[in-house]
């Protein structure tokens, strides 16, 4: 891996903007420009980190209790669910939320943008393991942006020769003050699909505040929401597009005490706001065509 290390700074390293390291034995990469700090492992093309230069806190939540090991994925950031979100309903006994968190990616490209943002572009393609649980052949290219704004561009690729349907989403946890002090703008009248009450369909009223435990999956939202954050006195803005359903998440108490890789109180600074193709909005990619979800996040304070 020290070899490898070498290798990538060399190749993509950025003078004064961009380096690999390594952290609990994984691949790395940080990024610190004019516009943010930000840092990306490798191992499942997941942002973990991002603190725009004007900001005390970071925009997403990582666990201190994170799991750093193969075949696991690593609580915080924006994990990808991809190529089916939540429980696998296939019978196969295959892992919740997909196999791309679970994988190790490769880098494509870096560059240093003309504006002063950073960009990294990382791939995962199928390979043997993946085609014996997901047997299509496809390249997945994240496409990261760390400037004002951080902007992910996840695109699948069907470069096999028949259509295959996909689920997924962005999924990202937001570093909050207090989740009983947050509320949600741009949902009001929105239907949505509560999991946690045997998946009745229901209608959002109002803004949205989280006081129990919550997993929404919320149908035609609009393209911008926006977390009003009372506790660190700032909005965390969502924009997405190539999607058609949000998901809303926090486990409460009861539940965060079973994850081994949560402390006991942190569901009180944490929520899931995903860009999500879930449940009904299945996406197909016909034989040579390509599908793009984007999310733009940003922190007004």
Request: net charge negative.
């Amino acid at each position: 891996m020290h070899t490898a290390l070498i290798q990538l700074n060399e190749q993509f390293g950025i003078e004064n903007q961009l380096y690999f390291e390594l952290e609990n034995d994984f691949l790395m990469i940080i990024v610190d420009n004019k516009h943010a700090n930000a840092k990306i492992s490798v191992y499942g093309g997941q942002v973990l980190s991002y603190l725009p230069a004007n900001q005390t806190e970071d925009l997403l939540f990582l666990s201190e209790k994170a799991i750093y090991q193969p075949g696991k994925a690593i609580r915080g950031g924006i994990p990808i669910c991809w190529p089916w979100f939540a429980n696998d309903t296939s019978g196969l006994g295959r892992p919740a939320h997909g196999f791309a968190r679970n994988q190790q990616w490769n880098v494509l490209a870096t560059d240093g943008n003309a504006d002063g943002s950073t960009r990294v572009v990382l791939a995962l393609q199928h390979n043997d393991d993946s085609i014996a649980v997901w047997p299509h052949e496809f390249e997945l290219e994240l496409e990261i942006t760390i400037g004002p704004t951080l902007n992910i561009k996840l695109t699948t690729n069907n470069i096999g020769g028949e259509s295959f349907e996909l689920t997924q989403a962005l999924h990202a946890y937001l570093n909050i003050g207090d989740i009983n002090a947050i509320s949600v703008t741009g949902l009001d009248g929105v239907a949505y699909i509560d999991k946690t009450d045997g998946f009745e369909q229901k209608s959002q009223s109002g803004d949205l505040v989280i006081n129990g435990e919550m997993d929404r999956v919320y149908q035609s939202p609009p393209s911008k929401l926006v977390v009003n954050d009372s506790a660190l006195n700032r909005k965390l803005i969502l924009e997405s597009t190539g999607c058609n359903t949000a998901v809303i998440w926090n486990p409460w108490e009861k539940n965060t005490a079973s994850m081994v890789d949560l402390k006991k109180g942190d569901y009180k600074v944490f929520m899931g706001l995903e860009a999500a193709n879930a449940d009904g909005d299945v996406i197909i990619v016909p034989a040579g065509e390509s599908h793009c979800l984007q999310a733009s996040y940003s922190i007004i304070s």
